[in-house]
């Protein structure tokens, strides 16, 4: 079983809008972290926002805000006010266990969100 | 503030060949972690090195390797290239025993050929 799903392959929104990217996951530890990254056509993989399983308020960064359902085990990314600068490839990714940099992240497929002006 | 760098930034490898692959991680940090990444789909964790150790590694092959140097700089190597091998390498770096965010700082990548 995959342990971070992104059913979105595609997305075109129009500029301005509001933009929801899901992402779904699966672990059994009780304390894992989940990330969002941004990756433009350059490659380079631009960390956007964290969410700790511990913790009680949504995540907020700027205008990207992760909305944690922790029970129905789903982190989607929103981004307010999209603009031509947000097309890119989004990806979803988890590390689980205790954390303090010792582990590798797993990475969803990721969506290709494209703004339309 | 040096970000993370990496070097070559392409490289074409015959089947067969080996390729070594560098990294410097961002000033101050200690850990580094190498990812592949298929054309299409999201990065896969490959391994992470501490304190010259791999300390952890991802479901990649023998033909993988690694080390890290005492100013932190990592090398990925791979031997007995094949076709599938051809992706972007990235290599993320952080700081050990940081909980909070826990973030990982990701270089621009090497994109590998191999023919």
């Known amino acids: 079983a995959q342990k971070i799903t992104q059913t979105q392959p595609g997305m075109f929104v129009q500029e301005k809008e509001a933009v929801t990217l899901d992402c779904t996951y699966d672990?059994?530890?009780?304390?894992?972290?989940l990330f969002w990254y941004k990756q433009p056509s350059s490659g380079e993989m631009i960390f956007l926002i964290y969410?700790?399983?511990?913790?009680?308020q949504n995540a907020t960064e700027g205008r990207y805000s992760l909305n944690f359902q922790k029970a129905r085990k789903s982190a989607n990314l929103v981004i307010s006010a999209s603009q031509l600068g947000d097309s890119a490839m989004y990806f979803c990714?988890?590390?689980?266990?205790?954390?303090?940099?010792?582990?590798?992240?797993?990475f969803g497929k990721g969506t290709h969100l494209i703004i339309q002006p | 503030d040096a970000g993370v760098t990496q070097s070559p930034t392409h490289l074409i490898k015959t089947r067969g060949q080996q390729v070594t692959l560098r990294c410097s991680p961002k000033?101050?940090?200690?850990?580094v972690s190498w990812y592949q990444q298929a054309l299409g789909q999201g990065p896969q964790f490959i391994f992470q090195?501490?304190?010259?150790?791999?300390?952890q590694r991802g479901n990649f092959p023998d033909r993988f390797s690694g080390h890290q140097f005492p100013n932190y700089s990592s090398e990925l190597n791979v031997n007995a290239l094949l076709l599938g091998d051809s992706a972007l390498y990235l290599c993320?770096?952080?700081?050990?025993?940081?909980?909070?965010?826990?973030?990982?700082?990701f270089g621009p990548g090497t994109r590998l050929t191999v023919t």
């Open positions: 993320a770096s952080s700081l050990s025993g940081l909980i909070e965010k826990d973030e990982q700082y």
């Open positions: 672990t059994s530890d009780q304390s894992y972290g």
């Open positions: 969410q700790g399983s511990y913790d009680e």
């Open positions: 990714a988890m590390r689980e266990g205790g954390g303090g940099g010792a582990d590798g992240l797993t």
């Open positions: 000033s101050g940090h200690d850990t």
């Open positions: 090195y501490y304190e010259e150790e791999e300390r």
